[in-house]
């Protein structure tokens, strides 16, 4: 795919701010990006590899596409393909987590156990392969929701952090996605073509965070610039609460 002087405004300068502001991959750093198959986290792989091959943070890095295969018997052979183009091998991982959560447990609100069960068995093979990172693809758009669904729901004015280091697991969560709407990576997406594989859990489109999604959405139409006044807010906090960029 090429790429213009457009793209590197919309895509790859956000990104390289992103990571260089808050520290989130280091020379030699191994990194696991954790592959859904959704249209972010596909396009943050294909954007890190891009920042890789042209050496875009003036320094090399690795990566290792992981994917858990929830038990739902989708097809990820045309995401493989893609992956493998790209001088990579997916590592799938299988998982018995939708079995857990709606034939054993039997959750009628499943989200946050399943999101804590896919973690730990993401972090858990990130660092059987010596990873040191793992890479999510939350953009601006999850952080303004998660935000807001802390807020409405718990009374908390949090957000999640660009950068983690998970004691336990002994690996740095980051986010190189944050600078980045969603919009934006639609647009990539239906650009790129991606593979993406249709989300097949039974109550996707029936959550909270799909609650905080239209409320963003109709909040922006009366406030266009609700997702920039977010980020500069968040950069501008007390610097425990909010983000504040690493000291260089």
């Known amino acids: 795919m090429q790429y213009n002087e457009k793209d590197n405004a919309r895509y790859f300068n956000p990104i390289r701010k992103a990571i260089l502001n808050y520290q989130m991959i280091k020379l030699g750093d191994k990194v696991a990006v954790g592959i859904s ?10 954007f ?52 857990v959560i709606f034939d054993i ?37 999850d952080a303004l929701e998660t935000y807001l669904m ?19 697991s002994d690996i740095t969560l980051i986010r190189p996605l944050l600078y980045i709407s969603e919009k934006e990576i639609i647009h990539f997406a239906k650009r790129a073509d991606l593979p993406i594989i249709a989300n097949p859990c039974p109550v996707d489109k029936k959550t ?9 959405k109709q909040l922006e139409k009366d406030y266009p610039d609700i997702k920039s006044k977010f980020l500069k807010a968040m950069q501008q906090g007390d610097g425990q609460n909010f983000w504040q960029p690493s000291s260089l």
């Open 105 to 141: 447990r039997k959750e009628r609100s499943p989200c946050s156990l399943c999101a804590n069960l896919r973690r730990g068995i993401l972090y858990s093979k990130a660092k059987e392969l010596d990873c040191t990172k793992v890479a999510f693809g939350h953009h601006t758009d």
């Open 150 to 168: 802390n807020f409405l729901l718990h009374g908390q004015m949090k957000s999640f952090e660009p950068k983690t280091y998970l004691t336990r």
């Open 48 to 99: 890190l590899h891009e920042l890789k091959m042209h050496q875009r943070l003036g320094f090399d890095f690795e990566l290792v596409p992981i994917l858990l295969d929830m038990g739902l018997k989708v097809d990820t052979r045309p995401l493989e393909k893609l992956i493998s183009k790209m001088g990579y091998t997916l590592t799938i991982v299988p998982t018995n987590i939708m079995q």
């Open 208 to 216: 909270k965070r799909e609650e905080m999604k239209n409320l963003v």
């Open 37 to 46: 198959g959704g249209k972010d986290s596909i396009s943050l792989f294909i």
